[in-house]
């Protein structure tokens, strides 16, 4: 599994839900740094330094575009973004002068579908993988059909059910189709704060703080 057993997406709304009756103060940085050291956790992916955000190992994603993220490493702030195909043949490599690059996948290879490579390092970093971790890219119409296959025929109706199925989605990596999923389910509950609270934190952990902090903002 992609995610960790004890992040499940249910079980942490249940803790926030909790949370919100004893401490219904909505302040964005106060959630962060109580949430994300230890009790939503990271993606488990067996590598040491854990220095990639996103693509986590093994996403499964149609989008022609990916946002690269990373943890800071390096003083200097140089890094190498390199990207392989399957055969280990470098495609790409990117100097970026920050934690986050947009690569479009679909014009670097050459609309070919499959699994992809990536790793980012600098000459000064701390700790840094360098192992590629790979990402899979999907036509449109094969991840809708695996995504489908995966979701069965329920639609999920109660809140606990929805979240369940997102939660099997980000197990299976298919993160961006979990965060879209995820995003409808908290627009069709905007009184639920303990929802938008998860969903915060869910677009947190993944390295999508912007879009984290515009989501918290327009919900107040």
Known sequence: AIAKAADGLTAKYLKLLFHELLDPN????????????????GVSRGDE??????????????????????????????????????DGIELSGIKVKDTLHSVNIAEIGKGRTGKYFWRVTSEDGI?????PIYFNLLTPNNKKKITEQLMGNSAGTTLE??????????????????????????????????????????????????EARTMWSSFQ
Request: glycine share 4%; hydrophobic share 40%.
């Open 26 to 41: 909505h302040d964005f940085d106060k959630l962060k740094k109580e949430n994300i050291a230890g009790a939503w956790g």
């Open 49 to 86: 330094c854990e220095n990639r955000i996103y693509p986590v190992n093994g996403l499964q994603t149609s989008a022609a575009s990916i946002i690269f993220r990373w943890h800071k490493t390096s003083r200097s702030s140089n890094y190498l973004l390199a990207i392989f195909d399957q």
């Open 127 to 131: 700790c840094e993988d360098e192992i």
């Open 161 to 210: 059910e929805q979240l369940q199925q997102i939660e099997k989605l980000e197990k299976n990596a298919f993160i961006d189709a979990a965060a879209a999923r995820y995003f409808l389910l908290v627009k069709s509950n905007m009184e639920n704060k303990a929802l938008l609270k998860s969903y915060v934190l869910f677009l947190i952990k993944y390295g999508f703080e912007e």
